[in-house]
């Protein structure tokens, strides 16, 4: 199957500073990412959806300005949380399609911890 | 909005039974439906994934039926194994464009040898 990576796989970093996370889809080019979240024990909650070239579209509740997702090639999408504090602290997982209804393969995810 | 709800949270059967995991949705205009397994600290592996104009697909031991209009699915685990424990997550597309899938809380299984 397609693989997809992500970069770094954990990360822990100060309150106020900002982060970013790469996900990278390795053998297929993917015309749509998508980035999720998740609390321990919880489901996957979905952030944002972003297709190449285009600004992402943000879930309800999700802030776009604190979150900005960039999608600037076929393979590439970063996600960078800004001032991050301590409740962001979670696992943040995205996902990669040739197309919207083509089957999605995940990244391993990335742990992100803010002291 | 799309519900998903999945039936047990949790489940803990030794080594060799076979499996039955519920997973039900709210909206049955969906394009298709996924399976999931996810590791303890991982991320998700897709199991299998149908079509909303099949009834099942089958993968190893692995078996996923659909029935769109009563919103269900279910995952057949056969002759579980210790290595099959994870999390187990289902997750419809809608019939939109976006290719959103939206995820149920999962079943947490156990297989104990």
């Known amino acids: 199957g397609a693989v997809v990576s992500q970069h770094p796989s954990w990360v822990i970093c100060k309150s106020g500073t900002s982060v970013k996370i790469e996900c990278r889809s390795l053998?297929?080019?993917?015309?749509?990412m998508f980035w999720y979240r998740q609390f321990p024990k919880q489901s996957l909650m979905l952030m944002a959806t972003s297709n190449e070239g285009s600004k992402a579209t943000y879930e309800q509740g999700v802030e776009k300005d604190k979150f900005l997702i960039n999608h600037a090639s076929l393979t590439l999408s970063t996600l960078t949380v800004t001032s991050a504090h301590p409740e962001d602290s979670s696992f943040y997982i995205c996902?990669?399609?040739?197309?919207?209804?083509?089957?999605?393969?995940f990244g391993p995810g990335t742990r992100l911890t803010v002291t | 909005k799309q519900e998903v709800t999945q039936i047990p949270a949790a489940l803990s059967v030794p080594e060799g039974e076979n499996l039955v995991l519920n997973c039900s949705f709210t909206?049955?205009?969906?394009?298709?439906l996924q399976w999931f397994r996810q590791d303890p600290g991982k991320g998700l592996t897709s199991l299998l994934l149908i079509q909303s104009s099949q009834r099942e697909q089958t993968s190893g031991r692995l078996n996923a039926s659909l029935d769109k209009s009563s919103g269900r699915s279910t995952l057949y685990i056969a002759a579980s194994q210790p290595g099959d424990s994870a999390t187990y997550l289902c997750a419809p597309r809608g019939s939109s464009n976006t290719g959103k899938l939206i995820f149920g809380q999962g079943t947490t299984l156990q297989v104990k040898p």
């Open positions: 909206d049955s205009a969906i394009y298709n």
């Open positions: 996902s990669a399609t040739a197309g919207g209804h083509y089957e999605q393969y």
């Open positions: 053998d297929f080019q993917a015309t749509t």
